[in-house]
Nanobody, 123 residues
C-alpha cells in the first residue's frame, strides 16, 4: 500500500496565497503522475493540476497563471503553490498519485488519494 498525506491547507483572504503539500510513503513503489484535485460543496471533483515524473505540468484553465505544481521525486512529494486566490477556489483539495507498486505477482498499476485538505478563501 501507498499512503498520501496532505498538509498546508487553511483559510485565507481573497488575493492571498497557500501552499499545500503531499507526501507519499510506502514500500517498493514508483510514482508516475502526481496531481491535485478539488471538490467544492455540491460539485464534482475536478482536476486542478498534474505533473509527470519528468516534471511536466498541466493545469486546469481556471488556475493557469495563479497556481504552480512541483514535485520532488527523491522525497515523493508534490506541492501546489496557490496565489491570487479567489472565493471560487474554496474546496477540499485532494492529492492523487498514479503508482507502480511491487507485489508478489509483479508490478501493479494503482491510483491513490490523500484524505483531503480544506482550502477556504473568504474575507
Amino acid at each position: 500500500q501507498v499512503t498520501l498525506v496532505e498538509s498546508g491547507g487553511g483559510k485565507v483572504q481573497p488575493g492571498g496565497s497557500l501552499r499545500p503539500s503531499c507526501a507519499a510513503s510506502g514500500s517498493r513503489f514508483s510514482i508516475n503522475f502526481m496531481g491535485w484535485y478539488r471538490q467544492a460543496p455540491g460539485k464534482e471533483r475536478e482536476l486542478v493540476a498534474i505533473i509527470s515524473n519528468g516534471g511536466h505540468p498541466n493545469y486546469a484553465e481556471s488556475v493557469k497563471g495563479r497556481f504552480t505544481i512541483s514535485r520532488d521525486n527523491a522525497e515523493s512529494t508534490v506541492n501546489l503553490q496557490m496565489k491570487s486566490l479567489k472565493p471560487e477556489d474554496t474546496a477540499v483539495y485532494y492529492c492523487n498519485a498514479d503508482v507502480n507498486r511491487a507485489s508478489p505477482t509483479g508490478w501493479l498499476g494503482e491510483t491513490y488519494w490523500g484524505q483531503g485538505t480544506q482550502v477556504t478563501v473568504s474575507s
